[in-house]
């Protein structure tokens, strides 16, 4: 017990010492606990067929949160992203119907959703709308058009042989193709918020963006190229959801929705704790999967899924608020 209390050179005792190494790292332990007990709990868990399984199902989840996340680190939001992935999906599912080629098909996705994503910046930036007003009034929009041109039903039609395979095979029959472009994205994202004098100016504004103009960063460019990168990681992933799917159901990105937005919140419970990072919102997800995934393999009724969604999000939401108001936080409120 003394030498618990006794003082280092930096005049922390050895638990404060332990403590600070541990800070924000607490998610990662949760993670390992979490996999720890399903892989004793679930028979069927620990399998590779399995493990591939909660990849590609990562995956897709994984590439809109990372573009969520770039667009609250700039200290934005957005709740359109799942009428979007919905809405693209269909406009790329009738150009193949149509014989449009592939590479053409999924250039359309990604400046479909740059142009969604401009059309946001928009009404945030220039009208300044509320984030959430302005992204509720797109996500509503979306669903308009979706059910105009479905009326409510799921589209099938023609499409090209190679384009299930980004969304249903493996790479080297171990590694989901998609989750491979998952990772591969994740390390661009993270060293570009990271490691580049630009991600660290969307830090910077999503923090303060009054003291951010003092020193002489362009505010309003930001935060609109935050919702166009984020726009082209949605693009990434309608593409993914697109070969994986090969039809479009009018509810498509619906499923994505809580999901994501919980893995942003959750993921500031660590490393940067207090604050949206990239690295904790990619932890985050893979979570949330797991969890999903586990209690699928335990035989859970798929309802109990959404409440321990939302439950997870009450708790994140409201972690990340108290640091918000300590001032540790992202202005995202």
């Known amino acids: 017990m003394i030498n618990i209390l006794k003082k280092n050179k930096e005049g922390n005792t050895a638990l404060e ?13 949760i993670f390992l606990l979490v996999f720890l ?3 004793i709990a679930a028979e069927r868990f620990l399998t590779a067929e ?32 799942g009428g979007a992935v919905s809405l693209i999906n269909l ?38 709308m509320h984030a959430f007003i302005a992204t509720i009034a797109s996500l509503t929009m979306s669903k308009g058009f979706i059910y105009w041109i479905t009326k409510g039903s799921t589209f099938y039609g023609s499409y090209p042989d190679n384009l299930t395979f980004i969304g249903r095979h493996t790479f080297y029959d171990i590694l989901p193709f998609n989750a491979l472009i998952f990772i591969i ?49 949605f693009g990434v992933a309608t593409i993914t959801l697109c070969s994986k799917l090969a039809t479009a159901p009018a509810t498509a990105g619906d499923g994505f929705q809580m999901q994501v937005i919980s893995s942003a919140f959750l993921g500031a419970a660590a490393f940067k704790v207090g604050k949206v990072n990239v690295a904790g919102s990619i932890l985050a997800i893979f979570i949330l ?42 202005s995202i409120y």
């Open 185 to 233: 994205l994740s390390v661009i994202v993270y060293l570009f918020l990271n490691k580049s004098k630009y991600g660290r100016y969307f830090y910077a504004i999503g923090s303060n963006p009054q003291a951010s103009e003092y020193v002489g960063i362009n505010v309003n460019v930001y935060r609109v190229l935050a919702f166009v990168l984020g726009g082209v990681c």
């Open 91 to 128: 406009g790329a599912m009738i150009l193949f119907d149509q014989g449009l080629h592939i590479s053409l098909v999924f250039l359309y996705i990604i400046v479909a959703s740059v142009i969604w994503q401009l059309f946001n910046s928009l009404l945030v930036v220039k009208f300044r």
């Open 37 to 39: 007990f399903l892989s």
């Open 50 to 81: 399995n493990i591939a399984n909660i990849l590609r199902n990562t995956s897709i989840a994984g590439m809109l949160s990372l573009g969520l996340t770039i667009i609250m680190v700039s200290g934005e939001f957005d709740l359109s992203f």
């Open 289 to 330: 999967t797991t969890i999903q995934n586990g209690l699928i393999m335990l035989g859970v009724p798929f309802y109990f899924q959404y409440i321990v969604e939302a439950l997870v999000l009450i708790t994140a939401v409201t972690f990340v608020s108290r640091k918000s108001k300590a001032g540790d936080g992202p």
């Open 17 to 29: 010492a332990l403590g600070y190494k541990l800070k924000g790292k607490g998610l990662f332990f």
